[in-house]
């Protein structure tokens, strides 16, 4: 059963950097695009980028510049460094992972994967 979890949410200062990550475990087989989107409440997730199995990378529309995607397949985690921010950041921001996973009922199968959110809060 895969799970992703996400860690290193907080609170800081306007003009901060904050680092989030989001560690996938359980038995699977390859990761493919692996992504950041937050949410505020009464509104939808918004991507803020994602990154495929090979490294290349794609920032969300007003995403860029302050946010930068990186993995480490080995670890299975996806990062998120975020930096300069400022109370327009503050939401909860979520990891999402397409997964390729088999079993002997079903066989291959891909998914896309959700964490629980990590809360990330910015005070001016």
């Known amino acids: 059963q895969v799970q992703l979890v996400e860690s290193g949410g907080g609170l800081v200062q306007l003009g901060e950097a904050l680092n989030i990550s989001c560690v996938a475990s359980?038995?699977?087989?390859?990761?493919?695009?692996m992504a950041w989107y937050r949410q505020t409440p009464g509104n939808p997730r918004v991507l803020v980028a994602v990154?495929?199995?090979?490294?290349?990378?794609k920032n969300g529309d007003s995403m860029k510049g302050r946010f930068t995607i990186s993995r480490d397949n080995f670890k299975k985690t996806v990062y998120l460094r975020m930096s300069r921010l400022s109370p327009e950041d503050t939401a909860v921001y979520y990891c999402?992972?397409?997964?390729?996973?088999?079993?002997?009922?079903?066989?291959?199968?891909?998914?896309?994967?959700w964490g629980q959110g990590t809360q990330v809060t910015v005070s001016s």
């Open positions: 990154i495929d199995e090979n490294g290349r990378t």
């Open positions: 359980g038995t699977m087989g390859t990761i493919y695009d």
């Open positions: 999402n992972a397409d997964i390729m996973t088999y079993s002997r009922s079903t066989g291959f199968k891909r998914n896309y994967y």
